[in-house]
């Protein structure tokens, strides 16, 4: 294989996300002596980028204070907030968690809100460069950070050079920014690295799945804004939907499950389709045309999961370290923030020829208002543990009666170790797709634009090939045919064959789900060519 050629810039932020570009920004804005590049393993920047999107846009106000007058896609304010219980009949209006309000809020799209970030980024000097998928973090001999690799492209099934083969690229840096979003594969790796876990609780996570309609219901109102909790989801089972009432006829319309459930029968993809068909939002939907979908995995664990954020030549921001205030519904602020406080120390030891101290972007986050906002609904998420109803007490208590203030913080436990066996959970009969609100995997997968070279080494890996039949299929059932939702994970049964587990690859949307839920942790998401996975318009 041929030698990896290099590049040297002072910073190298991985990932085009709201946290890499602030960080990006703010770099530029502290020195324009500073070179930034910037990599996103996405077609262009935003084709990666999912999120419900309620925007609060303290951090924006921050970053660029005239956002306004520069045009950013701010342009439906929340005009109304609900939140509802339902049944499998009823909607039972709920009074609105002061967390949830959101007056002065905006519905956007994070996907095109990356595409304005990344242009006042360029504007000022940072090189973006889109399709470039990072697979490998450099260390120099005392072992700090020192740049990433790049992925080769043009690698067959077997790992041989196709025609056209381009060798992966060394980028180095004086410090590298990881801002991959949640799961990030390579910050998987740095938390082993530098144990940057260790004084940490362990994260959890969601998966979120969203799809963008065209509707002809009189039912759409601009700017309003819906959540429900309850059903289909059991009591045992965290999770709810919401509702963004766009401008021109659009809905943004999604479903959150935390991957802390227990039914391994249980399928998120499956539980978004029937939330469509409840009576009170089928009729918003019906008649209307389904855009797009999209699904990515969410950071669910707060304040406790945050892990170290910085080491030796490197620093963690946005989702790769999880700073979604859960409470809120909300993380782009959050994650704008911790690039900016990340680009403000960078900036600041750079431009004086310093290394960044390790530890110094952990006490910057530790007194902004970004740790203040986490710790006063650091409890609120954990309490859904022991269930829904008492969940919305423990929430209704931290919200109104302590605020924040309790002596005490509840544990986290890991997702993947959830699962209660088949033998102990029963089937969940879901009703096939009516194709008018309900659709199956494959079509939603076409909607989201997911290409990949087919002849690529698969991106997803089994530590253990022995696993998914000896022990998912044996105990729940082969969970991963109903988590992923996008159809990647097959159980084969073949006459006169043993099952075995086949990989849909192409199919990947990216959204981390198999690496967090997979009961030993066996699979192991690993960066496929870039610009391959999915190509969300306006997600």
Not at 478 to 505: K, S, T, W
């Amino acid at each position: 294989m041929e030698e990896a050629d290099s590049l040297s810039f002072d910073v190298v932020i991985v990932g085009a996300g709201p946290a890499g570009l602030s960080a990006a920004i703010e770099l530029r804005k502290r020195s324009q002596d500073l070179s930034v590049c910037v990599l996103d393993k996405g077609s262009e920047v935003g084709a990666h980028i999912l999120s419900g999107a309620v925007l609060e846009t303290r951090a924006l106000e921050e970053l660029i204070p005239d956002w306004r007058e520069k045009g950013a896609p701010l342009t439906r304010e929340v005009s109304e907030d609900h939140f509802v219980m339902l049944t499998k009949k009823l909607a039972i209006p709920m009074p609105t968690p002061p967390q949830m309000h959101n007056k002065g809020n905006y519905i956007i799209s994070l996907g095109n809100l990356c595409r304005w970030l990344g242009e006042q980024a360029e504007s000022l000097g940072a090189e973006i460069y889109p399709g470039f998928a990072v697979s490998k973090t450099l260390y120099g001999e005392h072992g700090a950070v020192i740049g990433v690799a790049t992925a080769p492209m043009g690698l067959d099934k077997k790992g041989e050079e196709k025609p056209g083969f381009t060798p992966s690229m060394n980028i180095f840096a004086k410090h590298v920014i990881f801002a991959e979003g949640c799961r990030g594969s390579l910050a998987r790796e740095l938390f082993d690295h530098y144990e940057l876990r260790r004084d940490c609780q362990p994260q959890t996570f969601g998966l979120g799945i969203k799809e963008i309609w065209e509707v002809t219901s009189p039912l759409h109102t601009p700017g309003k804004v819906e959540h429900t909790i309850g059903w289909p989801l059991t009591q045992d089972t965290y999770g709810g939907s919401f509702i963004y009432h766009l401008d021109d006829k659009k809905v943004a319309v999604g479903f959150v499950v935390g991957l802390d459930y227990k039914n391994p029968y249980l399928s998120p993809f499956e539980e978004f389709q029937r939330f469509k068909t409840h009576p009170s939002v089928r009729p918003l939907l019906e008649g209307g045309k389904r855009l797009t979908y999209g699904a990515r995995a969410l950071n669910e664990g707060g304040l406790q999961a945050i892990p170290q954020l910085s080491f030796p030549g490197g620093s963690l921001v946005g989702c790769d370290a999880g700073f979604l205030n859960v409470a809120k519904i909300k993380g782009i602020h959050t994650s704008m923030k911790s690039g900016m406080i990340a680009a403000n120390l960078i900036a600041q030891h750079l431009t004086k020829g310093e290394n960044v101290p390790v530890g110094a972007l952990d006490a910057a986050v530790r007194n902004s208002w970004i740790w203040e906002e986490l710790s006063t609904v650091r409890n609120i998420r954990p309490g859904f543990k022991w269930g829904l109803l008492p969940g919305l007490v423990n929430a209704a208590l931290e919200a109104y009666i302590f605020r924040g203030k309790a002596p005490w913080t509840l544990s986290l436990h890991k997702d993947n170790e959830s699962l209660k066996l088949a033998t102990e959970c029963t089937p969940i009969d879901y009703p096939k797709p009516d194709g008018i609100v309900s659709f199956d995997r494959l079509s939603s997968v076409f909607l989201s634009n997911t290409n990949h070279e087919e002849d690529q080494p698969c991106h997803l890996t089994l530590k253990d090939a022995r696993v998914p039949i000896a022990h998912n299929l044996a105990l729940f059932d082969a969970p991963e045919q109903r988590y992923c939702p996008a159809g990647v994970y097959e159980i084969v049964r073949e006459e006169g064959a043993e099952p075995r587990l086949q990989i849909n690859a192409p199919n990947c949307v990216h959204c981390k789900t198999c690496d967090i839920k997979d009961p030993l942790q066996n699979i192991v998401w690993t960066t496929p060519e870039g610009g391959g996975g999915p190509n969300y318009p306006n997600m």
